[in-house]
């Protein structure tokens, strides 16, 4: 089984990671909805990374490694980017205001806050990492 | 994803086929923002192919909503599969949005 990819920083590849998480989880025999929700939270911290830390230059890759122990989902996602998420500048968002102001972004981390149980991101010079986690049944 | 469209005389049904994503979702954000879109007293979403969202489809619809309440145009989903509902409900938009079972009850909205 295979558990670790590298993409570069195309849109084009969202698709890949995406087959490349339920694919591994195929044989966890999880709900359909749990896959789901757990691709949907690798998709938006990935797509964030590629878009806007890494401004779509697809000379620019991330590393991505799952893992399966004692029923606790993990994946680590690396990149070299200048710009590292700062978790503190979350806020939940305002469903209402982003309707009324017609706001296209904003809510994908609150999916992935949401959606898995421990959320971790670390830099180190330009070295990122993020870490989610989800435990499952 | 592919956008299929069917026009009735106040209604323009858009049928989503594939998954709707950072990459994807600009050809939904294209359709939604054609003028004539708004000429339709309702806009019906069919979502039975519908077969993945992420935020950045969800944005779209968010983005269009006031635009669409603003002239008075019913925007409606039917035949939404149980996952991407769940999407729809962590956030909380299923409470902002109009999300039916069936085309028959989307129709009679």
Known sequence: ?137 | MKITQQTTAHTLTLSLDGELDASSSVILDTELTKSEVLNHQKVLIDCQRLNYISSAGLGVFISHLQRFQDANVKLVFFNMQEKVHNVFEILGLDTLMTIVPSESEATAI
């Open chain 1, 1 to 137: 089984m295979k558990n670790a990819i590298r993409i570069s920083c195309s849109r084009a590849n969202l698709k890949t990671v995406r087959d490349f998480v339920s694919d591994y989880l195929a044989v966890y025999h999880l709900s359909e909805l749990h896959v789901n929700q757990i691709v949907l939270a690798v998709d938006e911290v990935v797509a964030n990374l590629i878009i806007h830390a890494n401004a779509e230059n697809e000379t620019q890759f991330l590393q991505l490694k799952l893992a399966m122990e004692d029923h606790m989902f993990g994946i680590e996602i690396e990149d070299d980017s200048k710009e590292s998420y700062q978790p503190s500048s979350f806020r939940e968002p305002d469903l209402l205001e982003h309707i009324r102001l017609g706001k296209k972004g904003g809510v994908g981390m609150a999916l992935v806050n949401r959606i898995m149980d421990r959320v971790e991101f670390s830099s180190s010079g330009n070295h990122n990492v993020c870490r989610l986690y989800k435990k499952v049944i």
